[in-house]
């Protein structure tokens, strides 16, 4: 046993949990901690913004499956921490936020920086703390990350007084024992709840499978290559749910909802059972909940109790870790073809083909979703891509092809604008190999833009497409859809991106053509460090197909099929 000061145990628990990296901004009642930072070998990125720190360890979370750790100090440093918290929350991504408070003696006496940060993020932390003596830090710690990894992940935040840091005590971490049941992931599947779901199965002449993001976090990719390769049961993702299952597979129909494929809604409504993996039924992906699949029977399955029959009512809910789930039913369902069915959906597809922005003729301008379309050809299909929230974010879960899990790092659940940028250097620090291309709005980019200046002192190697359109391009698709094209407060004007990115010191091209985004994507590759990519796209296009809020899910507006499309459904002021 040795003592330590508050301080110096933070940085001992965070080498015990194996931490290697973490992004902060340090401050007043956090500087002892930063102070003891200097005595480990602990790998500390400075972001420009708090709000960067929190999305960067979620990012470092989503690409690698670990806890990711942010740290700030009190009042403004913890609230700027709260956006990227809340994301954090609503993806279910496993974080550990480090704050610093004011001294014990002063909380409630408005001191200077002094917030109540733990009562601000109770609504957006799977559990929070407030520690106010050195021999509580470990303790807390170490439950902190027990909290934020197991069961189904998410943010804890850990609110450490200054003097806590500052007065000595005793550390050993093995002593330490973490007594949460209530964290504990769910057993496996109760044996009646497995022939339930054997029988549902076996019966179903039209079933499907919504893979979500679980699929991904309980690691279950090869079973379910297993499972539908036994039941042929077609598969469709949600949007955090991309990449779980290899987009090159024949069974896989691609991404659902909102602005997911026509043919994956409408084999949605006309299924006879649901299987649902590690997904939440979120309004984007069902529509109507009154109107969501009423023909289907629905088995849920799910790491959180709380899931089940919360937006949409199932038939059999099993709760448990998916991987454990699917290994049962891989031995328990019978083979089948389900050779109508697949023809069935095939057939749908056929329409969709002729509406596809990428089969229509060539018209010289430049489309975002041929820039994400060549920059999944250039890159192989292999980056790991880390995308904003938009229009873009939609083109992107269409036109990117997602091989594997992690590829795909996106904010689903809260739809963070400025995500993009500080998420992939995240991502980048959990993965040093292998290429992260950010795609991001002009919107988007700008909020969280100075975490460039991040990018440039680390030596990143990212590239950074912005799709530029001059629009808070998927909200003028609301106005031009719903709101009679009144562009209300969603004409941008931009700084000159080449600019801004050179004045930090990075590299930077500008494409107007196709021809020239492809030159541009493939010099951008070539070159090492950051480089950010200046698309100017179509300004007016819209995203297809798309399920007004609301409306059925089979309910779409798809792209207009007149003479030429493109020009009618574009308009450009390049
Ligand atoms: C922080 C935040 N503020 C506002 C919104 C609402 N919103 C959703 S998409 C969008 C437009 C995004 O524009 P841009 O970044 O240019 O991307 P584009 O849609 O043009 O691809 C807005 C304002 C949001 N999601 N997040």
Not at 40 to 67: F, N, P, T
Request: aromatic share 6%.
């Amino acid at each position: 046993m040795s003592q330590k000061t508050g301080a110096q145990i933070i940085w001992e628990c965070l080498l015990k949990e194996q931490v290697e990296t973490v992004f902060g901004y340090p401050g007043g009642a956090i500087l002892p901690a930063y102070d003891a930072l200097t005595q480990y070998r602990i790998r500390h990125v400075l972001v420009r913004h708090e709000q960067g720190a929190a999305h960067m360890a979620d990012g470092y979370a989503r690409a690698s499956g670990k806890v990711g750790v942010a740290l700030a100090t009190s009042g403004p440093g913890a609230t700027n921490l709260v956006t990227g918290i809340a994301t954090a929350m609503m993806d279910s991504s496993p974080v550990v936020c480090i704050t610093g408070q004011v001294p014990g003696p002063v909380i409630g006496r408005d001191a200077f920086q002094e917030c109540d940060v733990t009562g601000i993020t109770l609504p957006i932390t799977k559990h929070n703390y407030l520690v106010t003596r050195a021999q509580h830090i470990a303790p807390t710690i170490k439950e902190a990350f027990h909290l934020a990894r197991s069961g189904r992940p998410g943010p804890v935040l850990v609110d450490i007084t200054k003097d806590a840091q500052q007065e000595s005590a005793d550390f050993d971490w093995d002593d330490i024992e973490v007594r949460l049941p209530g964290a504990r992931p769910a057993s496996g599947v109760l044996p009646d709840e497995l022939q339930q779901a054997v029988e549902l199965i076996n019966a179903a002449q039209k079933p499907l499978i919504l893979a979500g993001q679980g699929v991904i976090q309980s690691g279950s990719t090869e079973g379910l290559l297993q499972f539908v390769d036994k039941t042929s049961i077609p598969v469709s993702c949600t949007l955090l749910g991309l990449g779980g299952f290899p987009a090159s597979h024949p069974l896989n129909l691609g991404m659902m909802g909102m602005h997911g494929e026509s043919w994956v809604n409408h084999a949605i409504q006309q299924a006879d059972l649901l299987l649902a993996f590690g997904m939440r039924f979120d309004d984007r992906v069902t529509g109507n909940p009154a109107t969501y699949a009423t023909a289907a029977k629905k088995i849920h399955v799910d790491i959180d109790r709380a899931e089940i029959n919360k937006n949409v009512q199932v038939d059999l809910g099993i709760v448990g870790d998916l991987r454990d789930t699917l290994l049962q039913l891989n031995e328990a369902v019978d083979e089948c073809s389900h050779r109508q069915w697949n023809a069935d959906i095939e057939e749908m597809k056929g329409d969709s083909a002729v509406r596809d922005i990428q089969t229509l003729p060539d018209n010289g301008r430049l489309y975002a979703a041929h820039v994400i379309n060549d920059i999944w050809n250039l890159t192989d299909g292999k980056a790991m891509v880390v995308t904003d929230v938009g229009q873009h974010q939609m083109w992107e879960a269409q036109y990117y092809k997602h091989e594997f899990p992690r590829q795909l790092i996106t904010s689903g659940g809260l739809g963070t604008m400025g995500f993009a940028l500080p998420a992939a250097i995240g991502a980048r620090m959990a993965c040093p190999e292998g290429e992260i291309w950010v795609v991001c709005g002009d919107g988007g980019f700008q909020m969280t833009a100075c975490e460039l200046s991040t990018c440039a002192q680390e030596e990143l190697d990212i590239n950074v497409a912005i799709i530029n359109n001059g629009y808070l391009g998927m909200v003028r698709q609301w106005q031009e859809f719903f709101y009679e094209k009144r562009y209300s407060a969603t004409p941008l004007r931009n700084p000159d991106f080449c600019l801004l990115a050179q004045a930090h010191g990075l590299q930077t091209l500008q494409a107007r053509t196709r021809s020239q985004a492809r030159e541009s994507i493939a010099k951008a590759r070539r070159t090492q460090g950051t480089v950010v990519v200046d698309f100017r796209v179509e300004q007016e296009d819209s995203v297809y197909p798309m399920v007004p809020a609301g409306n059925c899910l089979h309910d779409m507006i798809r792209r207009p099929l007149e003479e030429n499309p493109l020009v009618e459904t574009a308009q450009s002021r390049w």
